[in-house]
C-alpha cells in the first residue's frame, strides 16, 4: 500500500514561478526523503528532512514537514524549464530499516 | 564513480519466456534493492538485499519472481514464465549502511513482455 500521497497529481507552470508540491503520509517516520525523476530516467535524491526537524533548504528547494499533520511540502523557487520532471516522497518505516515507501508522484511541466 | 548500472536497458519478450534482469551496485554500498514501475501501481519496493542476504521479499509479486545478490557487486532478478502484466521498468538501487536512507537509482530496465 502506498504510504505517501502527493498533491497535487500534475502541475503546470510558467518559468520563473514558485512550484509548490504536497506529500501526505499515514504513519509515524523517522526521515522523510524527496526524489526527482526525469522522464526515462531512475530518481534522483534531492533532500531528506529528519522527522524532528521542520524545515530545510538546499538550494532553490525549500522541505518543510509537519509531523501533526503526517504532511511535508516540496518548495522550487524561480523555477527553470529543467525542473520538469515527476517529484516523488518517499518515507521510511522502521527505523534503521533502509525501506522507503514511495508515493505516486507529481508531474511538473514548467513552460518555457 | 558510475553509478548503479543495470542490464539490458530494455527487453521485449514473447509471454512464457524466462527473462533475468541485473544489476551492478555502487561499489561500497551494503544495500541493493529491486523496484517496479507502472502507471497503474507506481513505484513498489520488490525485495532488498543487506550484506549480500535477503531482508525484505514481501514485495515479490508470486513465485515467478525471484532475486538473487552472489556476491556484492552483482545482483539479478527473474521472472520465469514471464506474463504481459510483468512489463514494467525495472530499478535497482543502492545505499549504503550508516546513511540515513538515501538511495541511489540505476536508470531502470523497461521490460515488454508480449
Known amino acids: 500500500s502506498q504510504q505517501g500521497e502527493e498533491d497535487p497529481q500534475a502541475l503546470s507552470i510558467q518559468e520563473g514561478e514558485n512550484a509548490t508540491m504536497n506529500c501526505s503520509y499515514k504513519t509515524s517516520i523517522n526521515n522523510l526523503q524527496w526524489y526527482r525523476q526525469n522522464s526515462g530516467r531512475g530518481l534522483v535524491h534531492l533532500i531528506l528532512i529528519r522527522s524532528n526537524e521542520r524545515e530545510k533548504h538546499s538550494g532553490r528547494l525549500r522541505v518543510t514537514l509537519d509531523t501533526s499533520k503526517k504532511s511535508s511540502s516540496l518548495l522550487i523557487t524561480a523555477s527553470r524549464a529543467a525542473d520538469t520532471a515527476s517529484y516523488f516522497c518517499?518515507?521510511?518505516?522502521?527505523?534503521?530499516?533502509?525501506?522507503?515507501?514511495f508515493g505516486q508522484g507529481t508531474r511538473l511541466t514548467i513552460n518555457p | 564513480d558510475a553509478g548503479v548500472i543495470q542490464s539490458p536497458r530494455h527487453e521485449v519478450t514473447e509471454m512464457g519466456q524466462e527473462v533475468t534482469l541485473r544489476c551492478k551496485p555502487i561499489s561500497g554500498h551494503d544495500y541493493l534493492f529491486w523496484y517496479r514501475q507502472t502507471m497503474m501501481r507506481g513505484l513498489e519496493l520488490l525485495i532488498y538485499?543487506?550484506?549480500?542476504?535477503?531482508?525484505?521479499d514481501s514485495g515479490m509479486p508470486e513465485d515467478r519472481f525471484s532475486a538473487k545478490m552472489p556476491n556484492a557487486s552483482f545482483s539479478t532478478l527473474k521472472i520465469q514464465p514471464s506474463e504481459p502484466r510483468d512489463s514494467a521498468v525495472y530499478f535497482c538501487?543502492?545505499?549504503?549502511?550508516?546513511?540515513?536512507?538515501?538511495?541511489?537509482f540505476g536508470p531502470g530496465t523497461r521490460l515488454t513482455v508480449l
Open positions: 518517499a518515507t521510511d518505516l522502521i527505523q534503521g530499516a533502509q525501506k522507503l515507501v
Open positions: 538501487a543502492s545505499s549504503p549502511s550508516g546513511s540515513r536512507g538515501e538511495q541511489f
Open positions: 538485499f543487506n550484506n549480500n542476504v535477503p531482508i525484505d
